[in-house]
């Protein structure tokens, strides 16, 4: 949430072992009380780190949540050399390439056989994407209108938002910067977050978005933390497909922060289970790289 980035790891040389753990300084108690939002970042993470240690020849053998006295350890990765290819290695290309726009796509369509791929990007991790139908699509955009609403009610929440957002120029390693927002939406129903929350942001312009925007939601049969984490890999899964095949994406998790909105989102006569992310799909500009914390921050070596 927010490129809060969120997470820890520790790697003992002793035996072999690189340990994820929350990152406690980066919670967001308001917008995210369960660290539901926080799981699903760090399981984005550890799927990065797969996909990196197959790329560099390594199967990498991860364990959930070993400890159950520390609620702040996530995983444990231990790494053997690989005998057979890995599909996700594939994917380390599109690491560096990803990206969270907040641009206007275009109406060109999505064809059917990369939404499918996406499908069984998920699915490889346990979790289903879904693309509403126009019915359905409706509903969502419902619920993330009324989640905007909520959050302009609260002011707890607006100022968690703006202590990782930037309306000027900044050097920070984290948070969205001002480059980072998009502009402001003149017309369309497409679910772009406006992060500035009213503020003023020099040289901002305004845009026409999608009125028929593509959007899928990601979810998991149950929603206990193992899932959450289960749900970021999933999530990152299907973002670096996306990027492989030039796509452009944005995230929209506003309407899932209100545990009353998020069940709302539910389908209940699918398997769909429990919600755990909206994506916006389509084709767009190329968006801005966002700022990532030094290495030295994120990772200690013993």
């Avoid at 942001?201 to 979810?219: I, K």
Wanted: hydrophobic letters at 40%.
């Amino acid at each position: 949430m927010h490129n809060a980035q969120p997470w820890r790891f520790d790697y003992a040389k002793a035996d072999g072992l690189l340990s994820l753990r929350i990152d406690p300084d980066r919670r967001m108690p308001h917008a995210d009380p369960s660290a539901r939002g926080l799981h699903i970042g760090c399981g984005a993470a550890l799927f990065n780190l797969r996909v990196a240690a197959a790329h560099a020849g390594w199967e990498p053998r991860v364990r959930l949540l070993p400890d159950a006295t520390a609620p702040e350890s996530l995983a444990v990765t231990t790494f053997v050399e690989r005998r057979e290819w890995d599909d996700i290695a594939g994917l380390y290309p599109a690491i560096g390439r990803r990206r969270t726009s907040r641009e206007p796509f275009s109406d060109e369509a999505v064809p059917e056989a990369l939404l499918d791929g996406l499908r069984g990007a998920a699915l490889s991790e346990g979790a289903r994407l879904d693309l509403p139908d126009d019915w359905q699509l409706q509903a969502v955009l419902d619920l993330v209108r009324d989640a905007e609403h909520e959050e302009e009610l609260s002011p707890a929440v607006r100022e968690e938002i703006a202590r990782w957002t930037a309306v000027t120029d900044s050097a920070r390693h984290e948070g969205i910067p001002v480059h980072a927002l998009g502009p402001r939406s003149y017309d369309g129903r497409a679910p772009v977050r406006d992060f500035a929350g009213g503020r003023h942001v020099e040289g901002r312009g305004s845009a026409v978005f999608e009125q028929s925007p593509c959007l899928a939601v990601l979810s998991t049969r149950e929603d206990t933390r193992e899932d959450w984490l289960r749900a970021g890999q999933a999530l990152e899964r299907v973002l670096l497909q996306a990027t492989q095949d030039n796509l452009a994406t944005s995230l929209n998790s506003q309407a899932l922060e209100w545990p009353e909105l998020r069940w709302a989102l539910r389908d209940p006569v699918s398997a769909t289970g429990f919600p755990q992310m909206v994506i916006r799909l389509g084709y767009g500009p190329e968006a801005p790289a966002t700022p990532r914390r030094p290495v030295s921050d994120i990772l200690a070596i013993t």
